[in-house]
């Protein structure tokens, strides 16, 4: 889930058939409007909605713990 969240985040079509070691796994693409080929700019942008995640997790934690210890 959270792989295909980051696809539909930002325009990518992640996964999809491949192979490996020679096996192909014919699985669906997630994503399956967006582009195929991730580049740097897509890479750069996901680690920027993953700080931003994680900040936003890290300040709603912040507040819960401060409710609490006030409760």
Not at 24 to 43: K, L, N, Q, T
């Amino acid at each position: 889930w959270p792989e295909a969240a980051m696809a539909g985040a930002l325009g990518l079509a992640l996964a999809g058939p491949r192979s490996y070691d020679g096996v192909m796994v014919d699985d669906a693409f997630m994503g399956e409007g967006g582009h195929r080929d991730a580049e740097s700019a897509d890479i750069r942008r996901a680690l920027k909605l993953y700080r931003v995640a994680d900040f936003l997790l890290i300040a709603l934690f912040g507040l819960l713990s401060v409710i609490v210890v006030a409760a």
